[in-house]
């Protein structure tokens, strides 16, 4: 069946066709479609499913750790200030290895209050122990959810999964998709079979004290189950190729690589107009590609080593800042080249709070970089000032004004 | 590729429009795309919707800046519409009665088309708290205008999405809004092109 | 230069499984012991419920293999039927 529907529907319908028992969530702009969706599903009949109505999302992450303790297939689905707030059960989650899968909208931080993309949110959230899964298509989303329960539930994994797409670009556009038949994402996705559950007869504690003796391994564990990750993930991705059909990707997706000798390197919907950047800088004579990584969390490092390493130049685009530092993944990709390649490594931070990311803009500041006009480190190509920052920067300086004549 | 951008006011059913003008996409077998500009989601306030209808698969996520066509469903946002951007051939399609249209547009270097649609919606009952809604009467227009989707497409989906009791007045709107689209002037480049034909 | 740590280790989790005393014999620890005055007592089994370490019966009788004369009971007697008494060094273990 072909939907034209948006990002935040398309989920939903994933989550239906998991056969999902529990869903715990509390709405915020941009995801409540995800949950509206959801819940019209259940009020028809359309899925047998608990949806549990919770006071917030620290709340909504705590029903969810009960419902997956009891060895249920529990989803929720938030965003930005959502994900913030359930942050601390984010570790509970992934430290007491409960299967689950949410969705979350990458939309920015505020202040400023903003309801529109970036990945600020997301990757603030990166070393939970979460495995971080990033969409660029409406196809993508659908595809990804269904895997997404398959990984978190792999014995070698048994850690929750977070499935990430942009706000607005990608939530409340919309476009095609082929949704699957039930009978065939069954074949792909077998029941939840949970390795354990609470259970009376059988009484145990999840997440007790740890002494020191003990708490590096517990750690060590779940590093070990993301490195495992790397080959469940990509054998997810292709076993849903063949049984189901759709494909994008292991933990990376390259695009008109073959012959590439500089790389964009982007995450979410800029990597697919970053295609159309690719398409135009080729016209204009450079050999261009590039490089999704779709997995953030196990990062694809010896992946992007295998694409990047004997390239001219690399430019690395981040729809997100670290303080004090730089661009996330440009800090990233950076690390896993060190001492394997002679690259060029430039960085756009840009598409903050929305800022709409064009296929120009990206080629233009991509041809300043290789012609030596820009240097190896963050660069912000699209701030500018204008009458709205005025006037608070006119405010502060009235301020100090009337200091100075005091 | 047709971009379209629309400018509407909240209340004006724009996003349902863009929404409506995608399903016909699809059942005609092109590739889609559209999306709104959120911004301040209250009835009356300025709204952005960008569509995109394509042959092959739509890679591009970014807002348009170069539409093949303008649509402004309301006269008050004409000056905004354009500021959006345009490009050389711009096709604009504007909510007005002809001789306003002809008078109030008449600086524009662009293709005019126009369509009274208020006057369609008040007609058939489609007015939310004193708004018309008008976004049913361009769904007709903009099939006739563009020509991506024909208007068998259009109430097609109409009866499909439409609730049973306003099926039938809103297969009747897109076809007024089909049929009473004007064309108000050729662009101003064409015009001048084939003054200069006429003179030689 | 030192190779990251290659052997895996596996499933390692934070599941604890209820049992008698994972650190021994807790009751070697008491310094003071309860002693209940069955006459005062009023069978409210508050004491049983109060009770961290679940050392006391529904008939009230006081484990003292795990008994920490913590005095919870004590404190918590409604009817002060409980007093903690030193432990005479006879007595422990």
């Known amino acids: 069946m072909r939907l034209v529907d948006t990002g935040n529907h398309i989920a939903a319908h994933a989550v239906r066709l998991s056969h999902v028992e529990v869903v715990s969530a509390y709405p915020i702009t941009p995801q409540t479609q995800v949950i509206e969706e959801i819940s019209r599903f259940i009020s028809e009949g359309e899925m047998d499913c608990e949806y549990i109505p919770v006071e917030s999302e620290h709340s909504a992450m705590a029903a969810m750790i009960g419902s997956a303790s009891m060895g249920v297939r529990s989803f929720s689905a938030t965003s930005s200030h959502g994900l913030a707030y359930m942050h601390e059960l984010l570790h509970w989650a992934a430290g007491i290895r409960l299967p689950m899968v949410m969705v979350n909208v990458n939309r920015a931080m505020g ?6 993309c970036d990945h600020q949110d997301t990757l603030a ?7 971080q899964l990033h969409c660029a298509s409406h196809q993508e989303v659908l595809d990804t959810v269904i895997q997404a329960f398959r990984i978190s539930e792999d014995p070698l994994v048994t850690l929750p999964v977070m499935v990430c797409y942009d706000a607005i670009v990608i939530s409340h556009n919309y476009m095609q998709v082929e949704i699957p038949e039930q009978e065939t994402v069954d074949k792909f996705l077998p029941p939840f079979r949970s390795m354990w559950k609470l259970d009376f007869k059988h009484p145990f504690t999840h997440g007790s004290v740890i002494y020191p003796d003990d708490y590096e391994e ?12 790397r080959d469940v993930i990509k054998k997810a991705a292709s ?25 964009l390197v982007a995450m979410g919907s800029i990597a697919s107009e970053g295609r159309v950047a690719v398409d135009e800088l080729r016209r204009k004579g450079h050999k261009c590609g590039l490089v999704r990584v779709r997995s953030y969390r196990p990062f694809p490092m010896q992946e992007l080593r295998d694409v990047l390493s004997d390239l001219r130049a690399v430019m690395i685009i981040d729809r997100a800042i670290s303080f004090g530092m730089e661009g996330p993944l440009y800090s990233e990709v950076k690390a896993v080249l060190y001492g394997k390649s002679d690259a060029e490594v430039y960085n756009l931070v840009t598409g903050l709070g929305g800022r709409d990311v064009t296929f120009e803009m990206i080629v233009e500041n991509t041809e300043a970089a290789l012609k030596g006009k820009m240097e190896q480190m963050s660069t912000w190509p699209t701030v500018r000032m204008n009458e709205h920052h005025m006037v608070s920067r006119r405010g502060l300086e009235e301020f100090w004004k009337e200091g100075s004549a005091q | 590729m047709v971009e379209i951008r629309f400018h509407s006011l909240g209340g004006q059913g724009a996003v349902t429009l863009i929404n409506m003008l995608a399903q016909a996409g699809d059942l005609v077998g092109r590739k889609v795309q559209a999306f709104p500009f959120f911004g301040a989601e209250r009835r009356g306030a300025p709204v952005m919707c960008f569509l995109r209808m394509d042959d092959k698969e739509i890679a591009l996520r970014s807002q348009i800046y170069k539409p093949d066509f303008l649509v402004i469903m309301s006269p008050s946002l004409i000056d905004a519409a354009i500021e959006e951007g345009t490009k050389e051939g711009t096709t604009v399609l504007i909510n007005m009665a ?9 600086d524009l270097p662009f293709a005019v088309y126009s369509v009274d649609a208020t006057p369609i919606a008040l007609d058939l009952g489609m007015e939310v708290e004193g708004l018309p809604v008008v976004n049913i009467a361009f769904l007709g227009a903009v099939s006739y205008m563009t020509e991506l989707v024909p208007l068998e497409a259009v109430t097609e989906v109409l ?14 709107a897109a ?9 108000i002037r050729k662009s101003k480049a064409a015009s001048r092109k084939e003054r200069k034909s006429a003179v030689s | 230069m030192p190779k990251r740590k290659k052997e895996k280790i596996g499933f390692v989790s934070t599941i604890s499984v209820p049992s008698e005393g994972s650190v021994g014999l807790t009751g070697s620890w008491r310094i003071f012991k309860p002693v209940l005055n069955e006459e005062r007592c009023n069978k409210c089994l508050f004491c049983w419920i109060y009770c961290p370490e679940g050392c006391i019966t529904k008939d009230l009788k006081i484990n003292f293999d795990y008994c920490k004369g913590c005095g919870i009971c004590a404190e918590e007697c409604p009817a002060k039927a409980i007093t903690m008494v030193k432990e005479e060094a006879d007595e422990t273990g």
């Open chain 1, 111 to 116: 202040p400023g209050w903003n309801i529109w």
């Open chain 2, 98 to 106: 002809e001789e306003e249209a002809r008078s109030r547009t008449a």
């Open chain 2, 159 to 172: 009866r499909e999405k439409m609730p049973p009791s306003r099926v039938e007045a809103s297969m009747e």
């Open chain 1, 239 to 263: 076993e849903y190729e063949s049984a189901v059909g759709g494909y994008h990707g292991g933990l990376i997706e390259t695009y008109q690589m073959e012959d590439a000798d500089v790389a």
């Open chain 2, 175 to 183: 076809r007024r809004g089909f049929t009473s689209v004007v064309e």
């Open chain 1, 218 to 229: 517990v750690r060590y564990s779940m590093f070990e189950a993301l490195e495992s990750a």
């Open chain 1, 125 to 131: 959230a990166r070393d939970t122990g979460w495995i």
